[in-house]
Nanobody, 125 residues
Framework: QVQLVESGGGLAQAGGSLTLSCAAT????????FGWFRQAPGKEREFVAA????????IYTNSVQGRFTIARVNQNAVVYLEMRRLKPEDTAVYYC??????????????????WGQGTQVTVSS
C-alpha cells in the first residue's frame, strides 16, 4: 500500500517558479517509480513527468521538457517536481502517482496504481 501527499502548489506569475513535493508512506520507497500528472478544468488528466526507481530514467511530456524537472530522494521518500518558466497553460491540479512496484517509468493512466489527492497550481498572465 502506498499513500501519497502532495504539497507546494499555489499561485505564481507567468515566468515564475514553483516546486511541488510528494511525500510517500510506503514500506520500500525505492521499489516504485513515481510520476506527476495534471488536470485542467474541463480537460482530461494528462501525464507530466515520471522517474524510475533509482532516478536514472526520467521522462517528460513535450510541453514541459526543459522547464520542469522531476527528482526523488529515496532516503527521505519524497518526489519533487521543480517547475520553472511557468505559463498560464500550466494551470491545473497536479497529482503525484506511483506504479505497482516495478520501478519502471510510466506515462499513461494505466501505469498508475496509486494517486495523491492533488494540489492546485495557478499561473497568472
Amino acid at each position: 500500500q502506498v499513500q501519497l501527499v502532495e504539497s507546494g502548489g499555489g499561485l505564481a506569475q507567468a515566468g515564475g517558479s514553483l516546486t511541488l513535493s510528494c511525500a510517500a508512506t510506503v514500506r520500500r520507497f525505492s521499489d516504485y517509480a513515481f510520476g506527476w500528472f495534471r488536470q485542467a478544468p474541463g480537460k482530461e488528466r494528462e501525464f507530466v513527468a515520471a522517474v524510475s526507481w533509482n532516478g536514472a530514467n526520467r521522462i517528460y511530456t513535450n510541453s514541459v521538457q526543459g522547464r520542469f524537472t522531476i527528482a526523488r530522494v529515496n532516503q527521505n521518500a519524497v518526489v519533487y517536481l521543480e517547475m520553472r518558466r511557468l505559463k498560464p497553460e500550466d494551470t491545473a491540479v497536479y497529482y503525484c502517482a506511483a506504479d505497482a512496484g516495478s520501478g519502471v517509468v510510466f506515462s499513461t493512466l494505466d501505469g498508475v496504481s496509486y494517486w495523491g489527492q492533488g494540489t492546485q497550481v495557478t499561473v497568472s498572465s
